[in-house]
RNA sequence: GGAGGCAUAGCUCAGCUGGGAGAGCGCUUGCCUUACAAGCAAGAUGUCAUAGGUUCAAGUCCUAUUGUCUCCACCA
């Protein structure tokens, strides 16, 4: 045996991986009498570093794979990462700009190269630091979204959407980021609120008859717009629809037109239109055939529109447009305002809606079918109510803004004619337009949405469009692991693309977890400090502390408050674990044990069998229905406190007897329950169960050992109830020395009072070496217990113990009436219970029986208690 | 405006299809008992948010209320 004293994951963890990694115990065949199973990795951005929503996340998905490695599914979990198209563009235009650079200078083809070169040196990170965990995934498969494969997908679906005519162009308002000088879909829009103004600006009439007040938060766009819009039913404005408005700071005039989209009762009925800039105006611009004014370039700068503005940046010309106003007395009020504000999500610079020509999804279509499999629940969310967020987004779905004014990404597969304005999408890059033969086409400057490959995922890694072995063998993938803050940009982007390109759905399946919040319930995040790093849990507690305490505590799809305090009962338990082992393992050295079966079991032996065997049962059906919290709590349990707690100790009186046979029959079931456990650990705890499996003479890893299942062999309930007495009186003399003050070092003499003398002889050293007794003498009734003894009244016996002048009768009193009064509570309990007529109507059988059964055995306790209580009284 | 979550021991949270309130941490007491002090043994601690309802029976199901968090929508 080479365990030291204390569990040091440090010391193992990554020699096992390595060994496991270059065995290939990862990597599936492709074996068709087995059944496959199949996750596909959150492809983790390359930007990214492992934070604990991914080492949860992973954690989930490696337990799962484990498990039905373990039940012998060909499993694949497959890897990789996302080339996250807007975060990655961010970082690298940072650091250009410390070099003094921009994009422009350095061109695309530099730029892209650059890209390259930062994705060579950090995009590997995460897939190092995934392996750290201990992730099972087949890195012989690893993906990355924009590598050769992936690319391929990408483009087979966009022509294959664009010839269905369901990727079209237009110029339509969208999200701007003026910061990432990009467009963005609504999903990469986030709203914060924030306190904010209602200015409320005076718009003379042209005729000069006076004015009328509007009510804007962004008085800057006052700069481009072309109406003012009143309700047609409002009463204060019937007779102003159609004149003319004088545009202040501007030379132009703008008409009253009657709109429904206005609100009667909010500011003061008059709404300025803005087509450009506002996605609402936009569309009662159409309505009323309005010009739209664009008065912004794409940084936020005030263009040639601006009259008096130009080439104020919007913040500024804000400042000096509320001035001017007030100036000339056309400010009629500010009123503080508190509004949302929406956001790039990546930046968190304000989005600007602004109109433009971009590439968009049609979603309708697309929508549909993938609502009906949810429907239909072909595809599943677990827990359910996610689904509802689902519908939620899915019946609301607009059209998909996919085009992105970025570099790194997948260049839009179009390419557009000078001569006749021809745009071609095809899967092959033309050379030359096909309609006029010009060859001086050229290609889209613009970028997809980094979703648009992701949502590919489940089957461009396994080789869409490619008629793949894989992809015949492992899509659909079996379970999707995520958290829900990616329904939305992800989970149903997938739902949608598998069942149109692959006809499928990418998975039953859809597995939501929460997300990992600090000690006080806040997100962890950069700006607030408070984020925990896994990996130096890891190097303090080891990947199995972490990994468990992640599935401690917890219920699927409810976030998870961590801090480093959580992480040290997992790491104790597991240090529990190792010692258990350690036990094991020291007393069997140099011993031959006899097979499991082959020899009559012990009480104590039938006691441990029976609750591994249910715990056997209890953790897989857990593990069926995701329940790893309940899984972990089962397992930790019957470690800690059936199996240590009870069990060894239970075994130490035959392994410290002579009884040679007896010792190594013991060390055989031992070693059987260790082993046992070990394996239902794994998925859980990899790596030191791994460790301990080899310690215990095993040559072939554990990760490929059968997994535990449900044996009828083991089921030995009455063995198990009846042990549970013994177990009882142990108990009960340990209290009472501790209630009475008796030195753990007294060894004290029983009286037993049974109605099963043999079985209690029979198990008499457990109650000797656990509750340290000297003696177990049975005799017929207490009448022959002549010293001056207290009791114990157990549900099978009686126990007298003679303390001498150690009895404190007034305290024996005070003992023996707290069970008097537990025990009347519990027979009150029952005797409602059995006296209402409706219960005995109504109540199942066994129920009813059961009850009885209670009432009867309290009944006699009681009795015996008060026996007991009236003979102190004589003393 | 719409949708959803949560409210259980001092703290953090479990509690599956209704049938005697649980864990970890913390706390009290006693223990270096030849696997483990990262430990052992024995304890204490709960109007299961409030008010109704369904039921023989409600922490669990239904309704309302309060508090709290989140997502979606975006009325200038």
């Known amino acids: 045996m080479d365990l030291p004293k204390n569990f040091e994951p440090q010391s193992f963890e990554n020699e096992i991986y390595s060994e496991w990694e270059s065995k290939g115990y990862f990597r599936p065949e492709v074996d068709h009498d087995k059944t496959p199973f199949s996750i596909v990795i959150p492809p983790p951005n390359i930007t990214g570093q492992l934070h604990m929503g991914h080492a949860l996340n992973n954690t989930i998905q490696d337990i799962i794979i484990r498990h039905k490695r373990m039940q012998g599914y060909s499993t694949l979990w497959l890897p990789g990462t996302d080339h996250a ?46 392996r750290r965990l201990g992730s099972s995934c087949d890195w012989s498969r690893e993906a990355f979204t924009m590598d050769e494969r992936c690319s391929k997908a990408v483009r087979e679906v966009f022509v294959n959407l664009y010839r269905k005519g369901l990727i079209y162009q237009g110029s339509r308002i969208i999200n701007w980021c003026p910061h990432c000088e990009t467009a963005l879909s609504d999903a990469e829009v986030e709203y914060d609120e924030k306190a904010g103004f209602l200015w409320h600006i005076r718009y003379p009439y042209a005729d000069g008859s ?45 008409p009253i037109v009657a709109d429904d989209y206005v609100e009667l009762d909010f500011g003061t009925g008059c709404v300025k239109i803005t087509p450009a800039h506002d996605p609402n105006d936009f569309e009662v611009g159409l309505r009323h055939n ?127 004619c000078p001569e006749c304005g021809e745009v071609i999408v095809e899967k092959e890059d033309p050379t030359c337009c096909p309609k006029c033969g010009c060859k001086e086409i050229h290609q889209d400057e613009d970028v997809l949405d980094t979703w648009f490959s992701s949502a590919l995922w489940p089957f461009s890694t396994l080789g869409y469009p490619d008629n793949t072995e894989d992809l015949n063998y492992f899509y659909p993938t079996n379970v999707l692991v995520t ?71 917890v219920a699927p799809g409810s976030d998870i408050r961590f801090s480093e305090d959580k992480i040290e009962p997992s ?24 097979k499991i079966g082959s020899f009559r079991y012990t009480p104590a032996d ?125 108990r009960s003399v340990r209290n009472l020395r501790a209630e009475m003050d008796v030195p753990v070092s007294k060894k004290l003499n029983l009286y037993v009072v049974t109605n099963d003398q043999r079985y209690v002889a029979k198990n008499a050293s457990y109650v000797m070496k656990l509750a340290n007794v000297e003696a177990v003498n049975f005799v017929a009734s207490k009448a022959d217990v002549t010293e001056k ?41 029952s005797e409602g219970m059995l006296n209402n007529p409706g219960f005995v109507a109504k109540a199942p059988k066994q129920l009813i029986e059961n009850e009885k059964a209670k009432l009867q055995a309290n009944s006699e306790k009681k009795a015996k208690l008060l026996e007991r209580i009236e003979e102190l009284k004589n003393m």
């Not at 100036?327 to 304000?350: D, F, Q, S, W």
């Not at 689904?387 to 607009?398: A, H």
């Not at 020291?586 to 044990?593: A, F, I, P, Q, T």
């Open 571 to 594: 790491r104790n338990f597991l240090n529990k674990l190792w010692n258990a082992s350690r036990f094991v393992l020291m007393n069997s050295e140099g011993k031959v044990l006899p």
């Open 606 to 730: 039938k006691w441990i069998l029976y609750k591994l065997n249910k715990v056997t049962r209890e953790v897989n059906n857990y593990l069926k229905k995701y329940e790893l919290g309940m899984a972990n709590a089962a397992l930790y349990d019957f470690i800690w406190s059936d199996f240590c707690d009870w069990y060894i100790e239970l075994t130490k009186p035959a392994l410290y007897s002579d009884n040679e046979k007896a010792k190594c029959e013991t060390l055989a079931v031992l070693t059987y329950v260790l082993k046992q456990i070990l394996k239902l650990m794994h998925p859980f705890t990899p790596f030191i169960t791994e460790r301990i499996w080899k310690e215990c003479g095993e040559e072939s890893t554990i990760m490929l050992a059968e997994y535990p299942a449900y044996s009828k062999k083991h089921n030995f309930v009455e063995d198990f109830n009846k042990f549970e007495s013994i177990k009882e009186i142990i």
């Open 85 to 130: 198209s807007i975060a990655t563009e961010v970082k690298i235009v940072d650091k250009l700009r410390e070099e003094g650079l921009d994009k422009e200078t350095i061109g695309r083809e530099e730029f892209l190269k650059r890209a390259y070169e930062w994705k060579a040196t950090y995009g590997g990170k995460i897939v190092k630091q995934l």
């Open 789 to 829: 003894s207290v009791s114990i009244v157990a549900s099978e016996s009686e126990v007298y113990i003679p303390l001498g002048e150690l009895v404190d009768v007034e305290k024996e009193m005070q003992r023996l009436s707290k069970e008097l009064k537990v025990m009347e509570g519990e027979i009150k309990r």
């Open 290 to 416: 309005l010009e739209v004014i664009r008065i912004m370039d794409d940084s936020g700068v005030i263009n040639e529109n601006g009259f008096a503005y130009v080439g104020l940046d919007r913040d500024e010309a804000r400042k000096k447009i509320v001035e001017d106003l007030e100036k000339l007395g056309l400010m009629e009020k500010i009123e503080p305002y508190t509004h949302n504000v929406g956001e790039c999500y990546r930046c968190k610079a304000v989005v600007e809606p602004i109109v433009s020509k971009q590439w968009f999804v049609k979603m309708d279509e697309l929508a549909r079918p993938a609502i009906k499999v949810v429907r239909d629940n072909k595809i599943s969310f677990i827990p359910e109510r996610f689904s509802k967020t689902y519908f939620n987004w899915m019946e609301n779905i607009k059209d998909w803004c996919i085009s992105r004014q970025l570099w790194w990404g997948h260049r839009i597969p179009a390419w557009y």
């Open 483 to 553: 958290a829900y803050d990616i329904i939305f940009f992800w989970v149903a982007r997938m739902i949608f693309s598998g069942l149109e390109h692959m006809g499928q759905i990418p998975f039953p399946e859809v597995l939501i977890h929460g997300i990992v919040r600090d000690a006080k319930g806040r997100k962890m995040s950069k700006s607030l400090g408070n984020g925990i790093d896994p990996l130096e849990l890891i190097d303090k507690y080891g990947a199995d502390a972490l990994r468990f305490s992640l599935t401690t505590g």
């Open 210 to 254: 006076g004015y009328l007040i509007i009510a804007t938060t962004r008085p800057e766009t006052l700069l481009g717009d072309t109406a003012v819009a009143v309700n047609p039913k409002d009463p204060r404005y019937t007779d102003k629809i159609g004149k003319m408005l004088k545009l202040p700071l501007t030379d132009r005039e703008i």
